[in-house]
């Protein structure tokens, strides 16, 4: 079964410090995956995703992720991080076996960062 | 442009009751998705819908159900509240099933 996991509950990170946070994956099959930001009160928004191509994504905000085949992994970084940055973060995998388009998302990950 | 829509932002019932739930995609989007995101989780999907059909369903009760009209906007019903329904609902639009998903802002369902 397609599964993400994310191993942290909170991340917290300095104002201007680069920050990751992480995601492992498991599928069967090539890997759809995504990453989705959840400000309070608000709707999950789409910053990046991963079907083919080069391990590293660019996104929405600054936002990269680096896909990482061997060690099924798909974290989430960013050079420098902001205040504004602080929220919630969602990885996710398509349920590409169902033709659904149905997304399969991990625990989510708090992102906090301090001034 | 509008994004997707959803109504009503906050919902209050008792228990045994019904709720229906509405979500307007972004126009030109033919694909609605229904998720349920309990507090300190990540959404879990209840149904897609894809051109007024039914393409998928989740690990959900015959108490979820769902449709999409003809202008592509939807509606989930939800029959029999229980307390474990208590939940943000969220409506995600896409252009086909398979891109990427827009999220509506969500309503929250509160059940005693």
Redesign the interface.
């Known amino acids: 079964a397609q599964s993400v996991a994310q191993p942290e509950d909170q991340v917290n990170v300095a104002e201007g410090n680069p920050l990751t946070v992480k995601c492992t994956y498991s599928v069967s099959g090539n890997p759809y995956l995504f990453w989705y930001v959840q400000y309070p009160n608000r709707g999950l928004q789409f910053l990046l995703k991963y079907i083919t191509g080069d391990n590293l994504v660019k996104g929405s905000y600054g936002f990269e992720a680096e896909f990482n085949k061997s060690q099924t992994s798909f974290h989430l970084k960013k050079p420098s991080a902001l205040v504004s940055d602080s929220a919630l973060y969602f990885c996710a995998v398509r349920d590409i076996p169902s033709n659904t388009g149905k997304l399969i998302f991990g625990q989510g990950t708090t992102l906090q960062v301090k001034p | 442009d509008a994004g ?1 829509t959803q109504s009503p932002t906050h919902l209050i019932k008792t228990r045994g009751q019904q709720v229906t739930l509405r979500c307007s995609p972004i126009s030109g989007h033919k ?1 609605v ?1 229904w998720y349920q995101q309990v507090l ?6 209840i149904f ?1 819908y ?1 051109e007024k059909e039914e ?2 369903r ?1 690990n959900f009760p015959d108490r979820f159900s769902a449709r999409q009209f003809p202008n592509y906007s939807s509606e989930l019903n939800v029959n029999a509240l229980l307390l474990g329904d208590s939940a943000l609902y ?1 409506c ?1 639009s ?1 252009w ?11 309503t929250q369902l509160s059940v005693l």
């Open positions: 997707v694909s998705s300190g989780q990540g959404p879990q999907f897609q894809y393409r998928g989740g969220l995600a896409s086909d099933p398979n891109e990427k998903l827009f999220f509506g802002s969500g």
